[in-house]
């Protein structure tokens, strides 16, 4: 555990950087990019994750000390709350040392965002009844299908989608998870216009999008296990944000 005196000093430092950089103001991406940049450039971003994947490398105290500063604060990292809070820990958890290399540092630092896809018209949240498919093609697996309900997809760089690797087993068996680069050919995103006016929503439509093989994000048909997973991330997130 933190020695009081360590942790007075880590929670002075948490708040020297919030009443600077947590202004609040306009609530746009350019605005919650440039402050996870600085939060990145502080030492202060991906608290818990290993210092080689761009975290901080500290511990769940310091992550505890920052949470509880950042509430005194607005909230400027409000539209990273997927992101950070669902598609991080699964990279950290299921990717590979590779994936983690290539993607984390890029996530914690907000120079990248994510988004997580899941929903689709007609299934709900069911994601046993999932029609999405995936389909190997040489060193690659083609992905034909639709999302719907996906936050923030428009302003997104990746998303980490489950597909039908395996038509021909139960339901919940064969499913696979994949990173998905959302400038690829075959992918389009359609905003949902809400009453509010807001267009926190969008449809996502993958036709004959190529993925290579090797953004498969942990193993060959255990989605259904990793969705159950990022599903109890999302829940701590989102009950994380409080006010």
Not at 220 to 225: F, Q, S, T, V, Y
Request: a negative charge; proline letters at 4%; glycine letters at 10%.
């Amino acid at each position: 555990a933190l020695q009081p005196d360590e942790a007075e000093s880590f929670r002075e430092r948490c708040h020297a950087f919030l009443k600077e950089h947590a202004t609040g103001g306009t609530r746009d991406i350019g605005a919650t990019k440039a402050f996870q940049g600085a939060l990145a450039e502080a030492g202060l971003a991906g608290l818990v994750y290993p210092k080689e994947y761009g975290g901080a490398g500290l511990t769940l105290d310091h992550e505890r000390i920052w949470r509880e500063t950042a509430q005194q604060y607005p909230n400027m990292t409000a539209d990273l709350v997927i992101s950070h809070g669902m598609c991080l820990p699964m990279l950290n958890d299921f990717g590979t040392p590779e994936q983690k290399l290539a993607y984390m540092a890029d996530n914690i630092a907000g120079r990248t965002i994510w988004c997580q896809m899941f929903s689709e018209p007609g299934a709900g949240s069911d994601v046993a009844g999932l029609q999405m498919r995936a389909d190997r093609d040489g060193d690659e697996y083609v992905l034909n299908g639709q999302k719907v309900w996906t936050t923030l997809a428009h302003v997104s760089d990746y998303g980490i989608v489950i597909c039908r690797t395996d038509p021909d087993v139960v339901k919940h068996a064969g499913i696979s998870m994949f990173i998905v680069d959302l400038k690829s050919p075959g992918v389009e995103i359609r905003s949902i216009h809400q009453i509010d006016g807001g267009r926190h929503f969008n449809e996502v439509f993958l036709t004959d999008v190529r993925v290579p093989a090797d953004h498969l994000l942990g193993e060959l048909n255990n989605g259904w296990n990793q969705a159950t997973a990022m599903l109890m991330y999302e829940r701590v997130a989102i009950g994380s944000m409080g006010s």
